[in-house]
């Protein structure tokens, strides 16, 4: 490639040191280098490793940001928002699902006029879920007020950070923006980068921070977010079309301040050779870089051709494109997003409407969808492009104006079964080796043999997943299922337990199985449950069917899926809950999330001279749902078959004759706690003997401990736990005696609250 996407080397200026970093690596310096008051995030992939290295220089005291782990994307933004009203600089990270949860909070952002920064590594939107790149999230964002810009590559992402939030709080702009760059391609990859070797410089660049009506202010009441209805709104809206007209108008001038600090020129529209272009295609971020190699190869065979790709799309710079486009003669319009039925994606209309202002504009336009899920997006894609632009400049028309690209036939192979393990019989389910009777107290006695007997019974999830050597969830999963008879359908929320265990066109479930977002299991198979027994009144199930229906969730589930879960449970849904805690979000790297214990090290509570693990105690997920009054709540680990087959038996009758049921149960995760695979019993186990992880049960509103250490002289101290895994090791070190003291108090705290409620059945 002849000429660099934005010059390397400043003339003058300061001091910059040159890198090689990946996009995520540079969205998370510029982070540090700014200096934000708070950053509220939730880690999805791509975007995850921002929030993780910025606590990670949090640790080592290189910034002052505070880092707020939300309970979701919802409230992550919900946090920024309330952090911005406050008056601080305010920055997220995220993805796909993420932005979308976090939608709806977008307008109320921009429609307050509050600015911040959130970086977004572009991700395939669910459903099927897909983690790769492509650009349907942020086509969600074109319409909630934001200012986007877009990161062709890791330089890219550090400087439009800069740049965007300096337009962002503008006095006549006061949005909030979006640097969105390419999830995987850029999030990931790395390229020589450069950073101002000052913090300092981008402190300065970015001035002191914009001082809006905030809600600090006691001596200067202010309301903000009334409650507004017509004639105000549509003014609200004008105002906002207004800030982005200015953003638009500033753009320029700012872009020219940063290329005087910086040397490099982010100008509305990245134009590529195309001076005297004839053909020319349109794409965002990466793909257009991977299109510029072809255009040089196709000007040197006589071929004028040329790239346009927008370094902001919203504002859409529509006459920087008209203009480029002026003397072109075909264009073919790239996106890696579509607008279903809409005969091409959104930017295809508004390039098309932006040609159509100018009277004498003659280009033919060509738009198609490539690149979903991530698709590569390879220099004979960008050549194909080039020759559908000339094909069409040739003939002077247009044959297909739009198509989908990189669409294959589907293998009728894969229509077929694929054989593997044959469905389960109800018979072979049905073997009476558990029973369950109501005693008069009105609990119920479990009748099961030996856990070895009950071996016979065929699993419901057939090995040759993809769990890591050693992992606690299938064997502890195998040993509840081993105390359920009959048909199962499961429904698994996103975590290890649904991404190892599917790919398509593979499952190992022998069962049903049926995925939903991460946060809204409980809902979806409440749904299913009630249609169940619907179709059963109505005879259109034949009578006499049972199914008990389990949704499996990991902790990390259970904070955002929190509310989803509650609320089944309060409909008094007949379904079990099976959470099983590997103590943080482990599929997407061993994040922390809230049943994540104090003091614990995860890839966002880093142990350093400013930081010692996570900030907060572990969530008591049992206890808030034994709240809920549901019949039945109990935890388990792998260590205790027996207790787990007796409380699956019990979970099963309640979840079919009286309603929910929510279950615990610890597992170990070698990879993440970084232990070795063969000590993960031993490591529950010295979890439940230390009473951090007690064996209990709440059935209907009567708590029972159903293993207690003490009495049989097993308890051990907690320290003898936490020796035994990586993350913890270092709280039986010298000098964090005062957090292990916490730790300890509050194991003790809950523990005798919990003996208090085993002893006294009123409590
Ligand atoms: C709305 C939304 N936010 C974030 C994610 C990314 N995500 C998928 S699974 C997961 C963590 C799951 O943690 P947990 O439930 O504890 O299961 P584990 O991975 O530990 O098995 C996260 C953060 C997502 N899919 N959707
Ligand atoms: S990361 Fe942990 S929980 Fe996930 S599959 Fe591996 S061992 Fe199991
Ligand atoms: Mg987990």
């Known amino acids: 490639m002849v000429v660099a996407p934005a010059r390397l080397k400043p003339r003058t200026g300061p001091h910059q040191i040159v ?22 995030y939730y880690p999805i992939t791509p975007s995850t490793e921002v929030a993780e290295l910025v606590d990670e220089m949090k640790a080592a005291g290189e910034h002052n940001i505070v880092m707020v782990p939300a309970d979701g ?10 952090a911005a009203a406050g008056g601080g600089r305010v920055f997220n990270a995220t993805s796909s699902q993420g932005l979308l949860y976090q939608l709806e909070e977008l307008p109320v952002q921009s429609g307050t006029r509050y600015p911040m920064l959130l970086d977004l590594a572009t991700r395939t939107v669910s459903g099927p879920l897909d983690i790769r790149g492509d650009h349907s999230d942020v086509y969600y964002a074109l319409n909630t ?49 450069l950073t101002f070797a000052e913090d300092d410089t981008v402190r300065e660049w970015l001035g002191p921070v914009l001082e809006p009506v905030k809600a600090l202010d006691p001596r200067h009441p202010v ?43 982010y100008p509305p529209v990245d134009l590529y050779r195309m001076d005297d272009a004839e053909v020319a295609v349109f794409l965002l971020n990466s793909a257009a870089q991977t299109a510029k190699d072809v255009v040089d190869r196709l000007r040197a065979e006589g071929v004028r051709a040329g790239v346009l790709s927008p370094n902001v799309i919203r504002p859409f710079p529509a006459g920087a494109i008209r203009d480029a486009l002026r003397g072109v003669r075909a264009v073919l319009i790239g996106e890696r997003s579509s607008s279903y039925g809409a005969h091409g994606a959104t930017l295809t209309h508004e390039v098309k409407s932006a040609l159509k202002d100018d009277p004498e504009n003659r280009t033919l336009c060509l738009s198609r969808v490539y690149g979903l899920g991530g698709r590569d997006f390879y220099p004979e894609d960008a050549e194909e492009f080039f020759r559908l632009t000339l094909q069409a400049a040739q003939r002077d028309t247009v044959d297909v104006p739009f198509d989908y690209y990189g669409v294959e036939a589907g293998d009728p192979e894969k229509l077929r079964p694929l054989g593997g393990t044959p469905p389960l019989t109800r018979e072979e389910m049905t073997t009476g080796l558990v029973k369950v009777r109501p005693r008069p107290d009105g609990r119920l006695d479990v009748e099961a043999p030996p856990y070895w007997e ?61 995925h939903n977002l991460f946060q809204n299991g409980a809902a979806a198979l409440s749904g299913l449950v009630e249609v169940f027994h619907e179709r059963v009144r109505r005879g259109e199930l034949p009578a006499g069917t049972d199914i008990t229906f389990l949704m499996v969730t990991g902790d990390g589930g259970m904070d955002i899926g929190m509310g989803s879960a509650i609320g089944a449970a309060l409909r008094v849904h007949g379904m079990i809950m099976l959470e099983y805690d590997n103590q943080g979000y482990m599929n997407t790297g061993s994040q922390l999330s809230y049943s994540t214990p104090l003091g614990h090290m995860t890839s966002t509570s880093h142990v350093g001279p400013a930081e010692l693990g996570k900030a907060f105690h572990h969530k008591d997920t049992a206890q808030i749902m034994a709240a809920t009054n549901m019949p039945y709540v109990f935890t388990g680990v792998e260590g205790y078959p027996d207790d787990l087959v007796a409380k699956a038996a019990k979970a099963q009758w309640y979840a079919q004759n009286q309603g929910t049921v929510y279950g615990k149960v610890l597992i170990t995760c070698p990879l993440n706690w970084k232990t070795e695979e063969r000590v993960g019993v031993e490591i529950v186990q010295a979890a439940v003997d230390s009473c951090f992880f007690p064996l209990y049960e709440v059935e209907r509103g009567i708590t029972h401990i159903t293993y207690d250490p003490e009495p049989i002289g097993r308890r051990v101290p907690v320290a003898d736990w936490l020796k035994l895994m990586g993350k913890t090791k270092h709280l039986c070190q010298p000098g964090t005696e005062a957090t292990l003291a916490l730790i300890e108090d509050e194991v003790q705290r809950r523990w005798l609250r919990l003996k208090a409620m085993n002893d006294h059945p009123l409590l």
Not at 77 to 82: E, L, N, P, R, Y
Not at 238 to 243: C, D, G, H, I, P
Not at 499 to 509: C, D, K, R
């Open 73 to 82: 994307e919802h409230s992550a933004a919900g946090i920024c928002f309330g």
């Open 454 to 514: 009950l071996a016979t019974k065929p699993k419901r999830v057939a090995p040759g997943h993809g769990a890591c050597p050693g992992c606690g969830i299938f064997p502890a999963l195998d040993q509840f299922l081993r105390g359920i008879e009959g048909d199962v359908v499961v429904l698994y929320q996103t975590g290890c337990a649904m991404v190892v265990s599917t790919g398509y066109p593979y499952s190992s479930h022998r069962v049903t199985y049926l």
């Open 223 to 265: 309301t903000i977010g009334p409650y507004m209805n017509d004639p105000d709104l549509i003014n609200n809206k004008y105002q906002l079309e207004r800030a982005m007209d200015a953003a638009l108008a500033a753009f320029p001038d700012v872009v020219a301040e940063y290329e005087a600090l910086s040397g490099r020129c």
């Open 19 to 40: 890198g090689f970093r990946t996009g995520n690596e540079m969205a998370a310096i510029s982070a540090k280098q700014i200096n934000f008051h708070v950053m509220g």
């Open 145 to 193: 007020g934001w200012l986007i810009f877009m990161a062709r590559d890791p330089q890219a992402v550090y400087d439009l950070n800069l740049i965007a939030l300096r337009v962002a709080e503008r006095a006549d702009v006061r949005l909030p923006a979006i640097v969105a760059f390419d999830g995987f391609f850029t999030s990931h990859q790395k390229r020589r980068v």
